[in-house]
């Protein structure tokens, strides 16, 4: 049975530093694309970073050059560094995978940056 749990999210203020962690269980991570989304009130969810098996990364836009995605194959634990947050960073971060057609979310971590 897949699962994901993330952590490591929090308050922070604007221009402050973030990494959340997202520990699998039941599958491999270096073997599956990994996928960080965020979902903020009244928005759709949206990806935030990705990381394949290959080792290929793509970001949003609004992310690139402060955000990290980067994997632990020994902890089987994807990470999302995050720098220089804003209040727009602010939302529920949730880890993903597709194994074939099942697709795995977490539970989500709340970001809220605020001054």
């Known amino acids: 049975q897949v699962q994901l749990v993330e952590s490591g999210g929090g308050f922070v203020q604007p221009g402050g530093s973030l990494r959340l962690s997202c520990a699998a269980s039941g599958m491999i991570v270096s073997l599956y694309a990994m996928g960080w989304y965020r979902q903020a009130p009244g928005n759709q969810r949206e990806l935030v970073a990705r990381?394949?098996?290959?080792?290929?990364?793509t970001y949003a836009d609004s992310v690139k050059g402060r955000f990290t995605i980067a994997r632990d194959n020994v902890k089987n634990t994807v990470y999302l560094q995050m720098n220089s947050l804003k209040p727009e960073d602010t939302a529920v971060y949730y880890c993903?995978?597709?194994?074939?057609?099942?697709?795995?979310w977490g539970q989500g971590t709340q970001v809220t940056v605020s001054s």
């Open positions: 990381i394949t098996s290959g080792g290929s990364i």
């Open positions: 993903n995978t597709r194994i074939y057609s099942d697709n795995y």
